[in-house]
């Protein structure tokens, strides 16, 4: 099965249609640092953990996604440093 069939928006729909995603990078007293900005960005690849309700572990996902374009853009406060 596709990933993009897999992942679903907030009501259900399943996510088809390349979109603008914006990725922010928070500095250690989580203020942004600066933000990626991907340009017709469609999911790829979804992987998740195998829920154990016995374990202590973190449960960890990951997104991939790509892209046709890729922005960095520096936070005010970031260009201030």
Sequence with gaps: ???A???RCGRGRAIRNPR???VTLLDARREPACAYVLK???PVKWTGPALDATSHD???EELELTADDLEVR???RATDD
């Design 74 to 76: 520096p936070t005010r």
């Design 58 to 60: 973190l449960a960890m």
């Design 1 to 3: 099965m596709r990933p």
């Design 40 to 42: 017709q960005a469609r």
């Design 20 to 22: 603008t995603v914006t």
């Design 5 to 7: 069939a897999i992942l």
